[in-house]
């Protein structure tokens, strides 16, 4: 339509048709069209000047009942894109139910044809959701995602090859990323990757926006999503907010997802027909190949992804912390009837009044710390023993249990509050086992007697059970029977000095021996 505004308008500036011709690059006998089509339509540059292309071209070339297309029968595109929702329905058969409408119905006009059909179904739903192009700022957002396509390593001992995980992590303003392989997508090694992403980049962007993968999130959502303890105790470490990707929308992501594709390109696909034995020998591979990906040229950009890194994002990002996190696994556990929590199959200890009670494991590669309520109330120095391994504080206790870790000495000493020959009894006792652990339940049996019947008779009936038994410790049983039967009473009575004529037929006493004559 330009050319023939300008027809009209040269025209009417007085010129001839061969110079408008010439100024146009067009042949003189089109020009003479174009008027010709004008004077008929009876317009004028005066009335085209204020007339849209589509006015112009309505007015010269359009003819009813000649040009103009066959009326078609109309397409209900919201009830098409109901349909479709429905399991086992396709375009197909919704052409041919369109199909058979219109040409059942006794109408003039014609049905679509399927291609045209599905053409304009395919316009019209692109029209639903545009896209919205992402404007990012230097140093915001960093994107994360696993690639679909993976890598190998082969067992060296099977020669049996096992797929492993491609994690990136790219940034928003430079394009510039980050590629590692792991084992797992579990939260060791997501967490870990995302670490040792930070400091490949040297620095921190403000938000990290993962998939919502089960080790970034625990309760998908499409609005509220909530995020995995572990995941959010990372964030919290180095100051960063975690924005995940609603589920099924990658251009929440399509940074990362556009990383993913290049890292397959890139890397997976250089790969393809290299041998790797171990992860270690992986991660060499996909270093060396990621140095050359961020210091490949732009096609339409100056410069490659690690300049615009250095200018763009890295002088926006904060410096990383000093102390790098540590992973924090968390678990929550009951506390045991033995007031033991069991993590990792061992058990570390909580106070014996916690029993019942649930509690929050959080452990770490060298400490597992138990929480209450966000309140800490045990830590202990994480075991890797065999399984089973008791980790205990004695403070943790109860006081019937206390003994179980009691030295001798102290044994001993609680025994001399109840007298000296109490002491020497419990010191004899602890010296006949081949290890003093082995007394303890008799010199606790024997101190429950103790508090029983007090420590003055303890201490009496020990003393006098001492004088039966020189070289061995008296029994427990032996000291009981002299202090039912009352002999520590008689040992402390002044007439218990003397002891008293034993009268018997059988015994002749000492007066039968004093006498001068004997009779034999």
């Not at 930070?198 to 509220?224: I, W």
């Not at 929590?341 to 570390?348: L, N």
């Amino acid at each position: 339509m330009r050319k023939v505004r300008e027809t009209l308008r040269l025209t009417d500036a007085g010129r001839s048709q061969r110079e408008v011709a010439a100024s146009l690059a067009i042949a003189t006998g089109t020009v003479a069209g174009y008027l010709q089509r004008a004077r008929e339509a009876g317009l004028t540059w005066e009335r085209a000047e204020a007339m849209t292309d589509e006015a112009v071209e309505a007015a010269l070339f359009r003819y009813l009942g000649h040009n103009e297309p066959a009326a078609r029968a109309v397409i209900d595109f919201a009830h098409l894109h109901r349909e479709l929702s429905r399991t086992g329905v396709t375009l197909q058969l919704l052409w041919e139910e369109y199909h058979a409408a219109a040409t059942g119905c006794g109408e003039s006009r014609l049905p679509y044809r399927y291609s045209q059909f599905c053409e304009l179904y395919g316009a019209w739903r692109s029209k639903l959701s545009p896209t919205m192009r992402q404007v990012h700022r230097a140093g915001e957002k960093a994107f994360l995602d696993y690639s679909g396509k993976k890598p190998h390593i082969v067992d060296p001992q099977t020669g049996e090859e096992h797929e492993v995980e491609l994690f990136v992590m790219v940034l928003g303003a430079s394009n510039y990323t980050f590629a590692e392989a792991t084992l797992t997508q579990k939260i060791v090694d997501f967490v870990g990757s995302t670490i040792r992403g930070l400091e490949y980049f040297g620095a921190s962007p403000e938000v990290l926006v993962p998939d919502q993968l089960r080790s970034a999130v625990r309760g998908p959502d499409r609005y509220d999503p909530l995020l995995n303890e572990t995941y959010l105790d990372f964030a919290r470490h180095y100051e960063l907010a975690v924005i995940p990707a609603r589920p099924r929308k990658p251009r929440d992501k399509a940074k990362v997802e556009a990383a993913v594709l290049l890292a397959q390109r890139w890397i997976v696909a250089r790969l393809r027909n290299s041998k790797f034995f171990s992860l270690s020998e992986l991660n060499e591979a996909i270093a060396e190949l990621l140095e050359d990906l961020n210091a490949r040229p732009f096609k339409r950009l100056e410069g490659c992804r690690r300049s615009a890194f250095e200018s763009i994002d890295l002088p926006a990002m904060r410096p990383l912390p000093a102390l790098r996190y540590e992973l924090r696994e968390r678990r929550k556990v009951g506390v045991n009837i033995d007031y033991h929590v069991e993590f990792d199959f061992r058990h570390y200890s909580v106070s014996h009044t916690l029993i019942g009670q649930q509690v929050e494991v959080r452990a770490t590669a060298s400490i597992v710390e138990i929480f209450r309520n966000n309140e800490r109330i045990a830590s202990h120095p994480r075991s890797y023993g065999r399984r089973g391994t008791p980790v205990t504080c004695d403070a943790h206790r109860p006081l019937q249990h206390e003994h179980r870790t009691w030295p001798p000495e102290r044994m001993i000493e609680w025994a001399s509050t109840f007298g000296p020959a109490v002491a020497t009894v419990v010191e004899r006792t602890l010296a006949q086992y081949v290890h003093p652990d082995q007394g303890h339940r008799a010199c606790l049996g024997l101190l429950r007697v103790a508090q029983k019947h007090g420590a003055e008779r303890m201490d009496a009936a020990c003393a006098l059970a001492l004088t039966a038994s020189i070289s061995r410790a008296p029994h427990r049983k032996y000291i009981e029977a002299i202090l039912r039967q009352g002999l520590d009473r008689e040992q402390r009575s002044p007439a218990a000095t003397r002891a008293a004529p034993l009268e018997h037929d059988n015994v002749r006493g000492g007066e039968y021996y004093d006498r001068k004559e004997i009779v034999h």
